[in-house]
């Protein structure tokens, strides 16, 4: 898997401020999602018109309230959001077709880095890519 092919993560409030000061900002991001339930506070959607807001990738809300950000629940919470992308894999879709044609980004509003689920998704569909790669593979 080359790098150009990587689902790569950010903060929506980090990636607000890049676009204010683009000399700061990596390679370029790619295709971008906002995958959380709820548009980010303070942010405008003109600051980010040119992402695709997929918001029935994100977590349910009764599984949102249940997890409250609480790391300590993250394990399970990475379990149960996991279920519910299995029953909504066309939801997924437009990851997966966009990871194919190069790099994404998800954008995400959580502060807490290490315990959000940006992070199990990205991780999922890493592994329904990697599947898919091993089972149609056309070689190097």
Do not use: C
């Not at 949102?64 to 790391?71: L, Q, V």
């Not at 990871?99 to 807490?112: I, Q, S």
């Not at 880095?113 to 070689?139: C, F, M, P, Q, Y």
């Amino acid at each position: 898997m080359t790098d150009e092919h990587r689902i790569h993560l950010e903060r929506v409030y980090d990636e607000v401020r890049a676009q204010k000061h683009p000399e700061e900002e990596d390679p370029p991001p790619g295709e971008r999602f906002l995958v959380d339930r709820v548009w980010p506070r303070g942010v405008s959607k003109g600051a980010m018109a040119d992402v695709t807001w997929l918001k029935d990738v994100a977590p349910g809300s009764d599984l949102r309230t249940w997890f409250g950000h609480d790391p300590e629940r993250f394990e399970e919470f990475a379990e149960r959001y996991r279920t519910e992308l299995e029953e909504n894999p066309e939801a997924l879709e437009p990851l997966l077709e966009a990871a194919a044609r190069g790099r994404v980004t998800l954008l995400y509003a959580a502060k807490d880095t290490e315990h959000n689920h940006a992070i199990v998704l990205r991780d999922h569909l890493e592994s329904l890519r990697d599947a898919k790669g091993s089972k149609g593979s056309r070689g190097n």
